[in-house]
């Protein structure tokens, strides 16, 4: 499918995204390089042959969630020991 000179990094290249874009779908979200690959603008990646490769950055709801701590009385009670 590429044409151009030097090749672009076929789809199963490390650098794969690196290809040029023949087809740009920002409204929704994808662009389709000229080496078969689908980017999509999460960084995920859809192979010529079906594959897909998940986004590089995902987000990670699991750990967001283990982001917030329960507040700790020891504050309180050095905030009571100060005054
Ligand atoms: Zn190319």
């Given amino acids: 499918m ?3 000179q030097p090749p672009c990094p076929p789809a199963g290249a490390p650098d794969r ?4 874009v023949m087809a740009s779908h920002p409204e929704q979200g994808w662009s389709l390089l000229c080496n078969g690959v689908v980017a999509f603008e999460d960084t995920g990646v859809l192979l010529p042959d079906g594959r897909s490769i998940p986004p590089r950055q995902p987000t990670h709801p699991n ?3 283990l982001l917030p701590r329960p507040p700790r009385p020891v504050t309180a009670c050095a905030a009571a020991a100060a005054s």
């Fill in 63 to 65: 750990v967001t969630a």
């Fill in 17 to 20: 995204q690196a290809a040029h």
């Fill in 2 to 4: 590429c044409q151009h």
